[in-house]
């Protein structure tokens, strides 16, 4: 096959900007981000989708971007952990993980955040059961993952008093 027909043109949106690429047919979501878009914060740990640490924001659901091709993605509305961050200090989810102390080398920490933003956004309610279940596809080496339910409990108990 020639490598200009393996091409394809994408356009979506990454953090409420428009984008529009040519990127091969086998190029995943997270190289896509990561080399073509320079938005480094999303990492790449495991490359099946098992560790979570490449997790994004697609209309509006947590997805895994080591599993996805780019061209998968096209027309999607797609929010990486940069697209969270306030121009000044930390958003709510960085707070909390802040306060509680639920972060440590950081490599889990772009997904981990994502997914809990999407769960804040949702407004899940703050039962054990329901956070162990969105943040089982996270593997964290460092935590303990005592912090960081602490951390996430706080978030949806606090979505739910108001």
Do not use: W
Not at 35 to 64: F, K, M, N, W, Y
Not at 71 to 88: C, R, Y
Not at 103 to 108: I, N
């Amino acid at each position: 096959m020639d490598v200009a027909e393996d091409m394809h043109v994408v356009s979506m949106s990454v953090n409420g900007e428009p984008v529009s690429r040519s990127v091969s047919s086998r190029t995943l979501l997270c190289d896509f981000i990561r080399d073509d878009l320079q938005l480094v914060a999303t990492h790449i740990g495991c490359g099946e989708g098992v560790c979570g640490s490449c997790t994004v924001i697609i209309d509006g659901q947590p997805a895994r971007s080591c599993t996805l091709l780019a061209v998968q993605a096209a027309g999607s509305s797609i929010v990486t952990i940069e697209g969270l961050n306030p121009d000044v200090g930390l958003n709510k989810v960085q707070a909390a993980f802040q306060e509680f102390h639920a972060l440590q080398c950081g490599f889990c920490t772009p997904g981990l955040l994502a997914t809990v933003h999407s769960m804040v956004e949702a407004r899940l309610p703050a039962d054990d059961d329901t956070i162990v279940a969105h943040l089982s596809g996270h593997l964290c080496r460092c935590t303990g993952y005592v912090n960081i339910l602490k951390a996430v409990r706080s978030l949806l108990a606090e979505n739910a008093a108001t």
